[in-house]
């Protein structure tokens, strides 16, 4: 069993930036792939970037790419999504989710993907 918890999340102008973080409760990244999700209000879960775990290929949703980047400390057992020029459309509730999977070069862009998920970082962007 894995327990993710997210942090990070808030409220920023239009334009801003933020820094999600991903802690585990197990070390799980040299062996645990990671995805981020997003759902904003009314809308299906959509997938924004995800991380393999041993050979750390990143995958980004063209809706984000060149905006948000993922990266991973593992002396810190924590992923980071960089969000930067946000946008309103960019207003969700964000979440990580992992699997044990050490495939080299590719992640899952699905939900049904991964096995264990966080509670969700709110994320607004307002002016």
């Known amino acids: 069993q894995v327990q993710l918890v997210e942090s990070g999340g808030g409220l920023v102008q239009p334009g801003g930036s933020l820094r999600l973080s991903c802690g585990a409760s197990?070390?799980?990244?040299?062996?645990?792939?990671i995805g981020w999700f997003r759902q904003a209000p009314g809308k299906e879960r959509e997938w924004v970037s995800c991380?393999?775990?041993?050979?750390?290929?990143?995958s980004t949703a063209d809706s984000v790419k060149g905006r948000f980047s993922l990266s991973k400390d593992k002396a810190k057992n924590l992923v980071y999504l960089q969000m930067n020029s946000l946008k309103p459309e960019d207003t969700a509730v964000y979440y990580c989710?992992?699997?044990?999977?050490?495939?080299?070069?590719?992640?899952?862009?699905?939900?049904?993907?991964?096995?264990?998920w966080g509670q969700g970082a709110a994320v607004t962007v307002s002016s």
């Open positions: 197990k070390n799980f990244l040299d062996y645990y792939a």
């Open positions: 989710a992992t699997v044990r999977n050490e495939l080299r070069g590719w992640c899952s862009s699905v939900t049904h993907g991964y096995d264990y």
């Open positions: 991380i393999s775990s041993i050979d750390g290929y990143i």
